[in-house]
């Protein structure tokens, strides 16, 4: 029996040991950093620390409002709607195109054919949907240059204020510049990312 108490006692010993080894403050220091949290929850303020990112998981969100918004005003068909929700895997990661694998380091525009393809739709209804999206201001065309062709191509990009993949605090600058010119009625959408 007397071994079984040692044994937890020294455990409990390695236990401590291994806290204090574990700290990032010292006493001295953490008294200091409670007594700021302290002074700032007193004024309404919280320190924080540095948030890290947990996982990798690539996400495409709806902005609830503005879709609750859009289908008040019956502004999408339900042909667009169907469109857009197809394409959330296919949201590449902060940028908002439409991209062949979000989770490729290097991700390609899709074509519209590609689009029609990837849906298993006509060619012909997927540009006729993307043409009226693009009218009411829910995407965005960009011309891209191909490497070793004369061809135009473009991208297609969607309106971050609708759906968007990345951090809601991160539009890039380019993406907010793509879709400053709204019509009237993205103008009063209830949220704006920018």
Same mark, same amino acid.
């Given at each position: 029996?007397?071994?079984?108490?040692?044994?937890?006692?020294?455990?409990?010993?390695?236990?401590?040991?291994? #806290?204090?080894?574990?700290?990032?403050?010292?006493?001295?220091?953490?008294?200091?950093?409670?007594?700021?949290?302290?002074?700032?929850?007193?004024?309404?303020?919280?320190?924080?620390?540095?948030?890290?990112?947990?996982?990798?998981?690539?996400?495409?969100?709806?902005?609830?409002?503005?879709?609750?918004?859009?289908?008040?005003?019956?502004?999408?068909?339900?042909?667009?709607?169907?469109?857009?929700?197809?394409?959330?895997?296919?949201?590449?990661?902060?940028?908002?195109?439409?991209?062949?694998?979000?989770?490729?380091?290097?991700?390609?525009?899709?074509?519209?054919?590609?689009?029609?393809?990837?849906?298993?739709?006509?060619?012909?209804?997927?540009?006729?949907?993307?043409?009226?999206?693009?009218?009411?201001?829910?995407?965005?065309?960009?011309?891209?240059?191909?490497?070793?062709?004369?061809?135009?191509?473009?991208? #297609?990009?969607?309106?971050?204020?609708?759906?968007?993949?990345?951090?809601?605090?991160?539009?890039? #600058?380019?993406?907010?510049?793509?879709?400053?010119?709204?019509?009237?009625? #993205?103008?009063?959408?209830?949220?704006?990312?920018?």
């Amino acid at each position: 029996m007397k071994n079984i108490v040692n044994f937890s006692e020294s455990e409990r010993k390695a236990r401590l040991r291994d #806290l204090e080894n574990d700290k990032i403050l010292s006493d001295e220091e953490m008294q200091q950093a409670n007594d700021l949290q302290a002074k700032a929850n007193s004024k309404g303020m919280r320190l924080v620390p540095e948030k890290k990112i947990k996982n990798n998981f690539r996400f495409a969100q709806l902005l609830q409002s503005n879709w609750g918004y859009l289908r008040m005003k019956k502004y999408l068909t339900s042909a667009e709607k169907n469109f857009l929700v197809d394409l959330v895997p296919n949201i590449g990661f902060l940028s908002n195109c439409i991209v062949d694998d979000p989770k490729k380091k290097n991700q390609t525009p899709l074509t519209q054919t590609e689009i029609a393809d990837l849906l298993g739709i006509d060619k012909a209804n997927v540009s006729k949907i993307v043409k009226r999206l693009i009218d009411k201001g829910v995407i965005a065309r960009s011309e891209t240059g191909v490497d070793g062709s004369n061809a135009r191509a473009y991208a #297609l990009y969607v309106n971050p204020n609708i759906m968007y993949s990345g951090n809601k605090d991160e539009v890039n #600058l380019t993406l907010q510049t793509m879709f400053k010119k709204q019509p009237k009625e #993205l103008k009063d959408l209830p949220e704006r990312l920018f």
